[in-house]
């Protein structure tokens, strides 16, 4: 039923870079809003970022502009975040998934053809 990967997490530094990959076995991307979402350590899910179905509209979180980079490749229905300069707070488990839009209010879209939360990928930044 969950048909959402992430990869790409690990425990780093401050000051160093990973980056997330997504991808679906089920849904073409090319043809939807899509997003990282993280779980910081007890709070609940937030936007990170998110990129609209035809590449154009972007936004990110204030905490993360400037470091991370949504992006996409369409021929390898992967979605990425290129997570640099990573802090403390950005530890937390990321998730990806189907976007409600993409900007400010922006959230996840669960269910039916989108699916549910997958597994996730744990960041770690140690200081």
């Known amino acids: 039923q969950v048909h959402w990967v992430e990869s790409g997490g690990g425990s780093v530094e401050a000051g160093g870079s990973l980056r997330l990959s997504c991808t679906s076995s089920r849904l073409t991307l090319a043809k939807i809003d899509l997003g990282w979402f993280r779980q910081l350590p007890g709070k609940g899910r937030e936007t990170v970022s998110c990129?609209?179905?035809?590449?154009?509209?972007?936004y990110y979180e204030d905490s993360v502009k400037g470091r991370f980079t949504i992006s996409k490749d369409n021929a390898k229905n992967t979605l990425y975040l290129q997570m640099n300069n990573l802090q403390p707070e950005d530890t937390a488990m990321y998730y990806c998934?189907?976007?409600?839009?993409?900007?400010?209010?922006?959230?996840?879209?669960?269910?039916?053809?989108?699916?549910?939360w997958g597994q996730g990928t744990q960041v770690t930044v140690s200081s």
């Open positions: 998934g189907a976007s409600n839009g993409c900007g400010p209010t922006s959230g996840v879209r669960l269910g039916g053809e989108f699916g549910y």
């Open positions: 990129m609209s179905m035809n590449g154009v509209s972007t």
